[in-house]
């Protein structure tokens, strides 16, 4: 889960912004309407806040989130760093052997001591 925490007045807020459902079970339910019942049973016995406070859904594009939404009826926010995620990963997949020799060396370069040779 995700929370924002703030202060308003003085006194500390605590939102919860995101979360994934948990499996209690191997035969748990997948499907959006097993994430709606998840939710409606998790918000308000956990944070005591009902579903219907929920103003909108953050994901990807995915079936699932699609249909979460609609069954919850709000609007799906696409993650735009998720597309992004899945947009430098495809065009750094040509580079991959110097992005490993990069994540040694940086590696190597933890150390103040060590980074203060390059310079």
Not at 17 to 32: G, I, K, R, Y
Not at 52 to 57: A, G, L, N
Not at 107 to 115: A, H, N, Y
């Amino acid at each position: 889960a995700v929370f924002a925490c703030y202060e308003v007045n003085t006194r500390q807020k605590t939102t919860l912004l995101c979360m994934a459902p948990l499996l209690e079970a191997e035969d748990d339910d997948l499907t959006a309407r097993g994430h709606r019942e998840f939710l409606a049973t998790m918000l308000p016995r956990d944070y005591g806040v009902q579903l219907e406070q929920c103003r909108f859904v953050v994901g990807d594009n995915c079936s699932v989130n699609r249909r979460l939404a609609t069954l919850m009826g709000v609007p799906l926010i696409g993650c735009a760093s998720h597309r992004l995620n899945l947009a430098v990963k495809a065009d750094m997949a040509s580079h991959e052997d110097d992005l490993a020799a990069v994540h040694v060396l940086m590696v190597k370069l933890r150390t103040l001591k060590q980074s203060a040779k390059l310079r």
